[in-house]
């Protein structure tokens, strides 16, 4: 296997990387502030080719995992927040279209999220329904034409920003569990939607959003994928974005492992640097190594999908890995900082609170293990109980 970064993909980096100290760095204090990030962020990062798609003769082609996942990971050492809203577009709202949607969905939808003209998100946890998917309440009913559906979409990222939501509902309330769930479409200017921005302390500046239908109609033709096979099809889209919600949440491991290294580095307690007591640099070459591994893994999992492998298990373990890391190097670099720490201005003050927002999205920590275990079983000819 060659672990040489492709030198196209290096370069890309290199000038994303100036672009985010032009267009973000010096923006950011403002948007954390007022806790948006302004559209046109998007339809830049898309003129530039970093909004998860390449032109490629007059359409759309998603771009290899490798690369999402390098881009993420260099926005996650700068702004976690920012990142998961650029991740929903591509990974959770666009990606959903290319898996699912039909020919007419694709062609009027993609070209308009990879160009940032339009925003998309997923509306699926609910009051009763989060890691247990199936217990959805929200209800589709079929109508003439049509769908009309009714329920609550409790935490839905991008939810306020975005034009459009993928929107899972039960709509064979008498099938089996898992045929029972269809996905929608829904244009949240409909008549019957009402959004309301939630106040969370994580992720800044990206907004966090409860999402209400109240007798929403739905053309048939907004109908994603096929009808009953909701929840596979949402599993089946968690399944993709682990890969770059690793990639996030390994980068806010790295943001706060440089800064805590280079305070640590600077400041003299005891008549020396507070790196130079052994306990701390034990902690740091600890965590390092702790970066490299998680690293290697999401690596080795981006290259099965980019090979079109079963990248499930790597995905699952690539998210476990990175959260525990992300909380492990948050909380040691905030500690390094002292009481400036807790200031939320501070630059450390997000990272430890995005780990934990990390650990929730796409999946809890437990869900990894439930994952994980199963697909294990299945590598070593075993059944999982249960
Ligand atoms: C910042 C943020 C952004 C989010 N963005 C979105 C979004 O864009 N779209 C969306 O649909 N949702 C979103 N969510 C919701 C997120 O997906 C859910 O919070 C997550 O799936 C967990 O569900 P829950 O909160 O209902 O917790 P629960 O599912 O109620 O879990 C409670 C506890 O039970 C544990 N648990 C669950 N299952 C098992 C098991 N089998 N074995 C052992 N323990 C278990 C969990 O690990 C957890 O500790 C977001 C959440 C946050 C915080």
Request: proline share 4%; glycine share 10%.
């Given at each position: ?22 267009r ?9 502030a007022?806790?948006?990030i ?9 003129a ?10 007059g ?11 390098m881009l ?23 990606k ?6 039909n ?6 939808l ?74 929608f ?6 008549e ?57 949440t ?38 390092f190594?702790?970066?490299e ?16 492998l ?11 890995l ?37 650990s ?7 869900v ?19």
């Amino acid at each position: 296997m060659d672990f040489r970064v492709p030198a196209e993909f290096a370069k890309n980096l290199e000038e994303y990387s100036r672009f985010l100290s032009q267009r973000l760095t010096p923006l950011m204090a403002g948007w954390y502030a007022e806790r948006v990030i302004p559209r046109d962020f998007f339809a830049e990062l898309a003129a530039r080719g970093w909004l998860g798609f390449d032109a490629v003769d007059g359409g759309f082609r998603e771009q290899p995992a490798l690369q999402q996942a390098m881009l993420l990971e260099h926005l996650g050492t700068i702004s976690p927040g920012v990142g998961v809203s650029v991740l929903v577009q591509i990974s959770l709202g666009a990606k959903g279209v290319v898996l699912f949607g039909n020919e007419e969905q694709k062609s009027s939808l993609i070209p308009r999220a990879a160009r940032g003209e339009i925003l998309l998100c997923l509306g699926n946890s609910e009051p009763l329904a989060g890691s247990d998917v199936a217990r959805l309440a929200s209800r589709a009913e079929k109508v003439a034409g049509g769908w009309v559906l009714n329920g609550t979409k409790s935490y839905v990222t991008n939810g306020y920003i975005s034009d459009m939501a993928l929107i899972t509902a039960v709509s064979h309330p008498d099938a089996p569990q898992n045929s029972r769930i269809s996905m929608f479409l829904v244009d949240l200017s409909s008549e019957g939607v009402t959004r309301s921005k939630l106040h969370k302390e994580v992720w800044i500046p990206s907004d966090l959003t409860r999402i209400q239908m109240k007798n929403v109609f739905v053309p048939d033709g907004k109908l994603l994928g096929s009808p009953g096979r909701g929840l596979q099809q949402v599993l089946e889209i968690f399944s993709n974005s682990r890969i770059t919600i690793s990639a996030l949440t390994l980068g806010t491991a790295e943001g706060a492992f440089r800064l805590g290294l280079d305070h640590a580095a600077k400041r003299h307690v005891f008549g020396k640097r507070v790196i130079d007591f052994q306990a701390k640099s034990f902690e740091a070459a600890e965590l390092f190594s702790r970066i490299e591994a998680a690293r290697a893994v999401l690596w080795k999992t981006c290259w099965e999908k980019d090979e079109g492998l079963d990248f499930r298990l790597g995905a699952s373990v690539s998210k476990y890995l990175a959260v525990d890391l992300a909380r492990a190097v948050g909380a040691w670099a905030a500690d390094l900082f002292g009481a400036a720490s807790v200031v939320f201005e501070h630059p450390v003050h997000k990272f430890p609170m995005d780990a934990w927002a990390s650990s929730l999205g796409e999946g809890t920590q437990d869900v990894q293990k439930l994952i994980i275990y199963r697909e294990m079983m299945k590598r070593h000819g075993l059944h999982p109980a249960g």
